[in-house]
């Protein structure tokens, strides 16, 4: 019996690609308590949320630390008409020249989940003249999708649109709004959902049962990221590297390969090294510049006596070091980021908010509100003050007997700046008669002020950015999840509180609803 356990584990035990594939995963994702809770990851001081991962994975996942590199080139080209964003185009230099496509075969999570959804036991497509053929699209979609259409609507309307992630990317949809959706906390959000989300989801689909089929479809035929870490194929430090003493040419190092390869190290090597293990002279082996990562069985032909050893020595180090690394990234991101205790503090808000109550009862007799406080629709809105972006103060008690609308919007959520207009024409058509506060939230892309002077427009309502110690964002029971629109009728008591776009005749509805 034990030597059959042993037997089970020798040919099932996990690669220290596959191990590694995993770890980063996870160390991309690290804040586990998004999963439970349903929400994205959000911190400013300090935040690793603007920093770029070398892998594909989306920013709107809600355990995401770090920004997919690929959305942020997106947003950096839908934005060059005023700003150049020197970063991005910098990182993915930096990953490139150091890396390259080893991203896709070790640091990438959908590489990962490609790999594991082809595990399934079903027919498959070996690679042929066509898959070949087809493995050039994805340079089409870089040029369309990533840089043409993206550039052309940032020119054009002033806003980035990222076309890759909104109209094709799969990642999007599994890891953000699959994640997000199934979580209860967040069971009212479906309402949002639109046509738009109903092709994703399809597109999805189709991708991820290829990839049954197909070895990494994804990566192989669509994935942009991967076209631009192609590029540095003959210039990046870290690879697999022929070693030709050795090399006779044999191409079993080719025919084992799953990805189109032309030679092994070419831009559509994912430098995962299993030709390694098939190659019978030994001459492949997986370098960072002069030092070898791992070597075929019986060592490279410059090995010292000794090497073998020391690149024992020094894995185990390295795992050493990673798995330290990764349990700080756990403590931190789930427990002592000081951002995300501040975010839990509100849950003490009804008492704070108690203490505040003889303030709103003191507004006039025939606008008081016996409500119960909180945000909910029939709640009294408890009071608060915020310094807008013009420096004046937005404080709610004033304006007990007008009709109140709240709007949560980001300067990177398409329809949240799409919507801006219809409040700023509502406010327009009702000024004296109505309050308007369009609340930024504390993740900023772009100063939100030179955001809205780009628009050319002549805002009349206040606009202010969340403040983490004011927590007005949590007091109307704002999430990730945005455009959020909060309306409180003459008493101060919410009428409408709710996620998603509204049109110029739901607000003109809930403007004649919140006067009545």
């Not at 991005?88 to 390259?100: A, C």
Request: charged share 20%; with cysteine; net charge neutral.
């Amino acid at each position: 019996m034990d030597n059959v356990k042993t037997a089970w584990w020798a040919s099932h035990r996990p690669s220290k690609r596959r191990l590694v594939q995993l770890y980063c995963a996870l160390l991309y994702n690290a804040h586990v308590k998004g999963f439970l809770e349903g929400e994205i990851y959000k911190s400013k001081t300090p935040t690793t949320k603007g920093l770029c991962v070398p892998g594909f994975n989306c920013y709107s996942c809600p355990g995401a630390v770090g920004a997919c590199p690929l959305g942020a080139l997106q947003n950096a080209i839908g934005t060059t008409n005023k700003q150049i964003g020197f970063y991005v185009f910098g990182i993915l230099m930096l990953y490139g020249l150091i890396l390259g496509r080893t991203v896709c075969g070790w640091l990438c999570p959908l590489g990962l989940i490609q790999e594991l959804l082809h595990k399934l036991p079903t027919p498959k497509l070996k690679k042929n003249r066509a898959t070949r053929a087809l493995s050039y699209l994805k340079y089409v979609i870089l040029a369309l999708f990533v840089v043409g259409i993206t550039a052309w609507y940032g020119i054009a309307h002033g806003v980035a649109l990222p076309a890759f992630c909104k109209y094709i990317c799969p990642a999007g949809t599994f890891e953000g709004a699959i994640f997000l959706l199934s979580n209860p906390a967040n069971a009212g959000d479906f309402g949002m959902l639109n046509i738009l989300f109903t092709r994703k989801f399809v597109i999805m689909l189709v991708i991820g049962l290829a990839c049954v089929f197909c070895y990494r479809s994804f990566c192989r035929f669509l994935c942009p990221l991967g076209a631009i870490y192609g590029f540095f194929s003959k210039l990046a430090v870290v690879g697999v590297k022929v070693d030709p003493a050795r090399c006779n040419h044999c191409g079993a190092c080719v025919r084992s390969c799953g990805m189109d390869v032309r030679h092994v190290g070419d831009h559509e090597c994912i430098h995962c090294a299993k030709c390694m293990d098939v190659c019978n002279q030994k001459a492949i082996s997986l370098k960072a510049g002069g030092y070898t990562l791992r070597a075929p069985a019986g060592g490279c032909a410059d090995d010292r006596p000794d090497a073998e050893a020391k690149r024992r020595k020094s894995g185990k180090i390295m795992w050493a070091v990673a798995l330290v690394i990764l349990c700080a990234a756990l403590a931190y991101y789930n427990f002592l980021d000081p951002n995300i205790r501040k975010a839990e503090a509100p849950a003490a808000e009804p008492a704070a908010a108690d203490a505040e109550a003889p303030a709103q009862e003191a507004a006039p007799a025939d606008w008081s509100s016996d409500a119960p406080l909180g945000c909910e629709v029939g709640q009294q809105l408890p009071d608060f003050t915020i310094t807008c972006l013009d420096g004046s103060e937005f404080h709610l008690a004033d304006f007990r007997g007008t009709p109140v609308f709240i709007n949560l919007w980001a300067t990177w959520c398409g329809p949240c700046v799409k919507e801006l207009p219809y409040f700023s024409a509502l406010y327009k058509q009702h000024e004296g008669d109505i309050a308007m506060l369009a609340l930024h939230s504390d993740i900023i892309a772009d100063d939100p002020q030179e955001y809205l002077d780009a628009f050319g427009r002549d805002w009349v309502m206040p606009f202010a950015v969340e403040n983490e110690d004011e927590g007005i964002w949590n007091l109307v029971g704002g999430t990730t999840a945005m455009p959020q629109t909060i309306v409180l009728n003459r008493r101060g008591e919410v009428v409408y509180n709710q996620r998603g776009s509204v049109t110029p005749e739901m607000l003109a509805t809930l403007y004649e609803q919140a006067s009545a």
